[in-house]
């Protein structure tokens, strides 16, 4: 059983680490931390901030780094609908009905197209 977290570099994917670490904790799973930038600056920030989540909540770790090519919204949801993967957790932010309008939501598809259950954390 794993509890996955959508990442993105923004203070909402911060916190999304960090509900997922606490909830990993509660349902006594690992951690895995989905669309990891390839930046290696970038991947190391994330990193260290998964890393401290994990172990201050107890819990084994792994990263898996955001698609080469292709959407990392529908490599996301694939890695979602993988046996044992328990929740999904996503760092959202407000938007407005003409922004989600005119500009769709990541979020938005990921909560619409979830095979499992979304945890959406605000920062």
């Known amino acids: 059983m794993s509890v996955l977290v959508f990442y993105k ?16 904790a509660f349902h006594r799973t690992d951690l ?19 890393s401290g989540a994990a172990t201050g909540a107890g819990v084994p770790l ?9 959407s990392p919204v529908d490599a996301f949801l694939a890695a979602a609908d993988a046996a044992g993967v328990e929740l999904l957790v996503l760092g959202i932010r407000h938007r407005t009905q003409v922004g989600k309008l ?4 990541t979020e938005q598809q990921i909560l619409l197209d979830a095979p499992r259950p979304v ?4 920062a």
């Open 32 to 50: 895995v931390v989905h669309n990891v930038p390839l930046d290696a600056a970038e991947e190391e920030k994330v990193v260290a901030l998964a």
């Open 102 to 105: 005119i500009m769709g939501s």
């Open 9 to 24: 570099p923004t203070p909402e994917g911060a916190e999304a680490i960090r509900a997922g670490a606490t909830q990993a």
């Open 62 to 70: 792994r990263t898996v780094p955001e698609p080469a090519d292709g």
């Open 119 to 122: 945890l959406a954390v605000k």
